[in-house]
């Protein structure tokens, strides 16, 4: 059974960068078919993506994130992993790893509270 | 950017049918949007119920089915559940690995 497993610090000072990693068990984060993902809901809002990474390291960002958020892979250790630097409140909420696979979010992690706060 | 639209919210009957959908704010959906859908409930990650607009995920019962209807992406619930009182999300694909949730859709089943 395919679990992800967010982890990282619950709060980040403002202009500080947001690191999160996805742990992947029960499956392999080097499948060819398979993209790893990361969305965010801020509290009480919709989901928002923002971004993808194949185990080859090509990645695909939100155009409204591009120039602050980064996503790689470590196949070593079977995680991948979320940069977004030069945060704000407003990008307080809970970021969730996701599996992307035949254009479908099949996998999900239980999701990690980041507030952004001083 | 172009926005994916959702009703905010819809209320059903028990029993009854509703017809949720997910358009562009400029355009219409097709296959080519490859639109899949996911039911949220609070402090839950969402789930998948459909994906590639027509295909129901593992474990979905089958009154919940995507459609295209006119130039919108569609899940359509038959016989709702109190259940299925839950939050409701599409996404569409843009091309070039980009992904675009649309706002969601607060069900109400009373």
């Known amino acids: 059974q395919l679990q992800l497993q967010e982890s990282g610090p619950g709060l980040v000072k403002p202009s500080e960068t947001l690191s999160l990693t996805c742990t992947v068990s029960?499956?392999?984060?080097?499948?060819?078919?398979?993209?790893w993902g990361w969305i965010r809901q801020p509290p009480g809002k919709g989901l928002e993506w923002i971004g993808s990474?194949?185990?080859?390291?090509?990645?695909y960002y939100n155009p409204s994130l591009k120039s602050r958020v980064s996503i790689s892979v470590a196949t070593s250790k079977n995680q991948f992993s979320l940069n977004l630097n030069s945060v704000t409140a407003a990008d307080t909420a809970v970021y969730y790893c996701?599996?992307?696979?035949?254009?479908?979010?099949?996998?999900w992690g239980q999701g990690k509270l980041v507030t952004v706060s001083s | 950017q172009t926005v994916v639209t959702q009703e905010p919210s819809f209320s059903v009957s028990p029993g009854g049918t509703v017809t949720l959908t997910c358009g562009l704010s400029?355009?219409?959906?097709?296959?080519?949007?490859?639109s899949s859908w996911y039911q949220q409930t609070p402090g839950q990650a969402p789930r998948t119920l459909i994906y590639?607009?027509?295909s129901r995920a593992s474990g979905v019962p089958d009154r919940f089915s995507g459609s295209i209807l006119g130039n919108k992406a569609a899940l359509t619930i038959t016989g709702a559940q109190t259940d299925d009182e839950s939050d409701y999300y599409c996404?569409?694909?843009?091309?070039?690995?980009?992904?675009?949730f649309g706002g969601g859709t607060k069900l109400t089943v009373l």
């Open positions: 590639s607009t027509y």
């Open positions: 996701a599996r992307l696979v035949d254009s479908n979010f099949d996998h």
């Open positions: 400029s355009g219409s959906v097709s296959t080519s949007y490859y």
């Open positions: 029960g499956g392999s984060v080097s499948i060819s078919n398979s993209y």
């Open positions: 996404v569409l694909y843009m091309g070039v690995g980009i992904w675009v």
């Open positions: 990474v194949h185990n080859t390291g090509s990645t």
